[in-house]
């Protein structure tokens, strides 16, 4: 089974170096399927190890080699694959796998064909190293690496400044939460001595309530800026300037998820400490709500998904806080593959209207594509957790936990977000697809995507329909062996059949709202477009602006404080050395003229100076001179 | 005696080596130089060590001195020694802080009494056996050495001073080089 | 009158070493040169003597000694260089060596 790990783990980078080889010449095709075919090796493997498991097999646990041994501190190279990792690399290696197939048509006609074929399959390396790792620390390498890759791909087309100001503003948002992060390892190793998972979490609960708490908020912080929630939020909506599948992979399916994934791992320190996690999901039911309001009037079809997905990391924290973590992964688990799906399909609408995101420019689409409106409209459905789609399972399951553990407020502020979630979902439908046909003015003449990009798609359709259904027995069953098998239910009947239909109806009703409103011609209400409200969402409730008007100017004036002291302090006294240097050299040059005489004369210096030494060093040792000094009172 | 011997030495020497150091007369300058020799041997012989005096006296005054004059049969001394002078200000400072220094070294009560003898002179063998003991036992190879140095020296000088010696490939122009190699290939 | 110490050789030898160090820095024609160093070589046997004289210990006459003989090789090989270099050019003024400069 080790080697089934290793293969799993490693295929992808060896992917992403051979596309690496090609990094500097023009596209080739062999750069886009070399990677490919590794990332399906790496998924057959994956499957190994999940039938393995599922089986009733051991979790397996190796040690590469050691990577740090110091006095206390040992860390080795080592991965785990338990029941949770195994879900986790199975979305990972499932969703990139479609992911990479579409790109070789998605990327076709670009310029960095084989780089962008490098970065996605390191990135594919780090996810697989972060829920692979059996420690903190090589989950935070995992972590950086993402992150990386991250950055890379958002500033992709590096000669758009958008990207770049984008990628940048990505990878330091998640900086200042890798700190707090950072402390959190700190923090656990220096209370429980071991950075591996079982160890760690094994020497817990003798730990003081204080302490657990506050490792368990620094890791939280740590979690919140992968997974971009409530006030990390902003870069996730900028990330959407990456290439689609980009933000179809990494911006939706895996690494945001990665937050979530954390807590998981985390809940023997997160069980400890209820009221954390209680924070965790009223800051997780906040997101959720905050975000899809934020969606509900926005433009760009690209930034309405990237809500969307802010919207569900939000769900999939109130029930990770909640303590129903197997519920956590597995809505994480459908979200990845239902969320991918629409991006890819936004992908394909995106290259048919030559890169257009306002959908109110698109509409009547679903006659040039049709595959592409069915595929999308079977995401949006699951997304909004009609039943039998996966989202209805895995959605609705937190609405439970949530009434189940009696927290009514989240209760009822999940169950809004649900509306809003169908709504702006099928608002995007509807534009894009129905209504009257507003883009051939513009003279743009879609087409569909390649029939193998379609093809690619079509696995995630079908676990965007079946994951819920299928695999949630299976998936419980598997998942709490290693996570807290808490079930719930409403004990009673009637409650829980009103709960469940009560929210079918009321889900049905936003998309038949959205439908109607969006489906025919679009009019646009001047008096709603400039009500404060309407501003408010559209401007994202001006956090953007707060941050640029409060943080980013205020840091650059700090910045150019210190730039300023940097000038005449540090550079000054670096140059005043430097100077030192330079002029004795200028001056004394002239020592050096060659003449034999001069010379001597500077060797009778040197020797005295010499001669001086040395006297004063056996004066000093000379007992007699140290008493007459003393007397004298010199020394 | 010994104190009226030393000090009447010590004058005549520092004088002797003042005017070698001093004087613009190239004759002069090795005629006190030769005496200031002599004198310093005599210095050997108050402190017992007769053998080094004879030395002194045979190696100095008679070869080196002897070669000096030689040497300066080659050059035009007759006349003054015209030098450009630096300032004597910054000469006679440095040495007089360096004598300075150095006496402070000696005069300092550092000199520890615990230093034993390596080769401890013995009582009644005279100088020059006890010299001849110690050098040809413990001294022996840097006795060959010197003696090696010493014929290496002299097969130096005479190839030096000899004819062809001032005809140097480094110091001449490309040219020049030229015209020579072809005026042999004519002969 | 008083006893001859160690200390009187030495000052005596660190005054001819001065006296040296002054010709060596005064100096400008190369013979007159020699001559200064032939002083500094002497000054130095001096103490030699001397330290080898009143500890009894015949190491300081051994490495006079050895001074002498290098002196002599030293005048020997030096006259030699002295010669040719008079004979290239003329002169044994020590300014007029520039081949050295830089």
């Known amino acids: 089974m080790e080697f089934y790990l290793y293969t799993a783990l490693f295929a992808p980078i060896i992917g992403s170096l051979f596309a690496g080889l090609f990094g500097m010449s023009k596209k080739n095709i062999i750069a886009g399927l070399v990677p490919t075919a590794l990332l399906f090796v790496s ?4 499957l190994k190890l999940l039938i393995y498991i599922l089986g009733g097999g051991e979790p397996i646990h190796v040690e590469l080699m050691t990577w740090m041994a110091t006095g206390d501190l040992y860390v080795p190279y080592g991965f785990m694959v338990d029941q949770v990792s195994v879900t986790m690399m199975m979305v990972v290696t499932t969703v990139s796998t479609v992911v990479h197939v579409y790109s070789i048509g998605y990327m076709d006609h670009d310029k960095g064909f084989n780089r962008f074929f490098s970065y996605l399959s390191a990135f594919v390396f780090s996810m697989m190293v972060l829920v692979m790792s059996d420690n903190f620390l090589g989950l935070f390498i995992g972590w950086e690496g993402v992150g990386v890759c991250s950055w890379l791909l958002i500033g992709f087309w590096y000669h758009k400044e958008s990207a770049t100001w984008a990628a940048n503003e990505a990878f330091i948002m998640n900086r200042i939460a890798d700190l707090a992060m950072l402390i959190g390892i700190f923090l656990v190793y220096w209370n429980t001595g071991s950075i591996q998972y079982n160890e760690a979490f094994a020497a817990m ?9 506050t490792i368990g908020i620094f890791l939280f ?20 300037e990456g290439p689609t599948p980009v933000s179809a992979l990494i911006h939706a399916a895996t690494m945001v998820t990665a937050g979530v994934y954390l807590v998981v791992r985390a809940y023997p320190l997160y069980d400890l400490i209820p009221d954390v996690g209680v924070f965790i999901a009223s800051l997780g039911a906040f997101v959720a709500m905050f975000a899809a309001t934020m969606a509900l009037v926005n433009r760009d079809m690209k930034r309405i998904i990237a809500y969307s997905t802010l919207s569900q990391l939000g769900y999939m924290f109130v029930a990770a806080g909640l303590g129903a973590y197997w519920v956590a992964l597995f809505h994480l688990m459908a979200h990845a593959f239902f969320k991918a799906l629409l991006f890819l399909g936004a992908g394909n609408v995106m290259h048919a209207m030559h890169d257009e995101l306002d959908p109110f420019k698109m509409g009547d689409l679903k006659t040039s594509m049709k ?5 999308m409209t079977l995401a949006s459905v699951a997304l909004a957790g009609i039943y039998p789609l996966a989202g209805f399972f895995s959605k609705d399951l937190i609405l439970e936990v949530a009434f189940v553990e009696h927290h009514y407020i989240l209760y009822t502020v999940l169950l809004l977000t649900a509306g809003l979630t169908a709504f702006y979902s099928f608002r995007l439908v509807a534009l894009i697809f129905h209504g009257d046909d507003r883009h051939s003015e513009n003279g743009v003449h879609p087409h569909e995507a390649y029939r193998f990009m379609l093809w690619g798609m079509l696995p995630l359709g079908i676990l965007a329909v079946i994951a819920g259904m299928v695999f949630k027995t299976p998936y419980f069953e598997m998942v709490t062996q290693v996570l807290p098998a808490i079930e719930y239910h409403i004990h009673n009947h009637t409650v829980f059949w009103i709960m469940t239909i009560g929210t079918q109806l009321f889900v049905i009703a936003a998309i038949v709202y959205a439908y109607k409103k969006y489906a025919k011609a679009v009019k646009v209400d001047k008096k709603v477009e400039s009500g404060i409200l309407y501003q408010l969402l559209y401007n994202q409730y001006y956090i953007p602006q707060f941050y640029e008007e409060y943080f980013s100017k205020m840091y650059r004036e700090l910045s150019e404080m210190m730039w300023k002291i940097d000038l005449k302090i540090v550079d000054a006294s670096v140059d005043g050395v430097a100077n030192i240097f330079y002029n004795t050299g200028i001056k004394t040059h002239t020592m050096q003229n060659g003449n034999l005489s001069t010379m001597l004369r500077w060797m009778v210096v040197g020797t005295v100076v010499l001669l001086a030494l040395a006297a004063a060093f056996t004066l000093g040792q000379s007992e007699t001179v140290v008493e007459l000094l003393s007397e004298l009172g010199v020394i | 005696m010994e104190a009226i011997a030393f000090y009447l030495f010590a004058v005549l020497t520092t004088v002797m080596f003042l005017i070698t150091v001093l004087t613009n007369h190239a004759l002069y300058a090795l005629s006190a130089l030769a005496a200031g020799m002599i004198f310093i041997s005599a210095f050997f012989f108050l402190l017992g060590a007769d053998f080094l005096g004879a030395i002194q006296i045979i190696v100095y005054t008679g070869a ?3 070669l000096y004059a030689f040497g300066m049969m080659f050059f035009d001394t007759t006349r003054d020694v015209v030098e450009s002078r630096t300032s004597p200000q910054i000469i006679f400072g440095l040495s007089g802080l360096a004598a300075l220094t150095v006496v402070a070294m000696f005069t300092a009560p550092i000199i520890s009494e615990n230093i034993t003898a390596l080769y401890p002179a013995i009582d009644g063998v005279g100088n020059s056996q006890m010299v001849g003991m110690v050098l040809f036992t413990k001294f022996l190879i840097p006795f ?5 140095m010493l014929l290496v020296a002299m097969i130096a000088g005479i ?3 000899g004819k062809k010696m001032d005809h140097s490939l480094t110091l001449m122009k490309e040219e020049e080089i030229e015209r020579e190699t072809n005026e042999k290939a004519q002969v | 009158m008083m006893e001859i110490t160690l200390q009187h050789y030495l000052v005596l030898s660190t005054i001819l070493f001065a006296i040296g160090l002054i010709g060596v820095m005064r100096r400008k024609n190369l013979l007159l040169l020699f001559f200064a160093t032939e002083i500094l070589l002497n000054a130095v046997n001096i103490a030699f003597a001397a330290i080898s004289s009143y500890y009894g210990d015949l190491t300081g006459q051994m490495f006079a000694f050895f001074i002498i003989a290098v002196a002599a090789s030293e005048v020997a090989v030096g006259l030699g260089l002295l010669v040719l ?4 050019t003329g002169k044994i003024d020590l300014d007029a060596m520039t081949s050295m400069r830089g």
């Not at chain 1, 998924?43 to 994956?46: G, K, N, R, V, Y």
């Not at chain 1, 912080?221 to 959407?240: E, N, R, V, Y």
């Open chain 3, 85 to 88: 270099w008079y004979k290239r």
């Open chain 2, 144 to 148: 060959e050495v010197a003696a090696v």
């Open chain 2, 64 to 66: 080196v001195m002897a």
């Open chain 1, 43 to 46: 998924f057959l493997a994956s």
């Open chain 2, 159 to 161: 190839v030096l001073a």
């Open chain 1, 221 to 240: 912080i740590g979690a919140m800026g992968k997974s971009a929630q409530f006030p990390l939020h902003t870069w996730l909506a900028d990330a959407m």
């Open chain 1, 371 to 375: 595959w592409t409106w069915i595929l």
């Open chain 1, 205 to 213: 609960p003798t730990l003081e309530n204080s302490v657990l708490t």
